[in-house]
């Protein structure tokens, strides 16, 4: 008799899929680089684009690296999966997290996954912004992620929102437009430097926050 074998079905954009079944999927496509399971959905995004994705992408990360660099309990992640809910498995651009030991709500599973909301979470949005601006925007409020932003690269906009009371609100700037992080303390963003591409004033800014008394007090409390 021959040899039957069980073929593994490939993930499809729109498919509806248990969070077991996707990530089943999932491995086996070893050369997809990206898929997102949201409210039980697959999404699968566009090939990416230098300065749609690919720059802004490579910004926010050297920009929360500085922070992570300064910030001894507090972890960065690049576009790593997170398993927030039984329907719900994003692959946000950044991720922020505070060490579980530390108090921090997210941990790494035993088969190396994030698993529940990280503290903050960052999307880069050009094909993607309806998405980010509202289904995944609505999942990350209600599994706790703490504070979401958006870089709405063709509206040429960054969103800041911080969960209060269960709602996400917009974080509001400073007299100097510079959004000053209430979960990590020290972690400052000026939003105009990062659209203009003024990278030396994007990091003065960032430096001045790893510089601060509030920074520097989080760091103490969290040893």
Do not use: C
Request: net charge negative; no cysteine; charged share 25%.
């Amino acid at each position: 008799m021959a040899e039957t074998t069980t073929r593994i079905p490939p993930l499809e954009n729109g498919d509806r899929l248990t969070r077991d079944e996707f990530e089943r999927r999932y491995h086996a496509m070893p050369h997809l680089k990206k898929a997102e399971l949201i409210e039980g959905v697959v999404h699968m995004p566009s090939p990416v684009r230098a300065n749609r994705h690919g720059n802004p992408h490579y910004q926010l990360i050297t920009w929360a690296g500085m922070y992570t660099t300064m910030t001894p309990g507090v972890y960065g992640f690049d576009n790593s999966t997170v398993r927030l809910d039984v329907h719900n498995e994003p692959q946000p651009d950044v991720a922020l997290v505070i060490d579980p030991a530390r108090g921090g709500q997210a941990r790494i599973s035993a088969d190396d996954y994030l698993e529940h909301a990280p503290e903050l979470v960052a999307e880069v949005s050009a094909s993607s912004v309806s998405i980010d601006t509202n289904t995944k925007a609505e999942v990350y409020r209600r599994t706790g992620v703490r504070e979401y932003i958006i870089w709405r690269v063709l509206d040429e906009e960054i969103d800041w929102f911080v969960l209060r009371d269960e709602q996400f609100v917009p974080l509001v700037p400073d007299a100097e437009g510079i959004h000053r992080s209430e979960i990590f303390p020290g972690l400052w963003l000026d939003p105009a430097a990062l659209l203009r591409d003024d990278r030396r004033r994007l990091f003065d800014v960032a430096r001045q926050g790893t510089s601060s008394p509030q920074h520097a007090a989080f760091v103490a409390a969290h040893r």
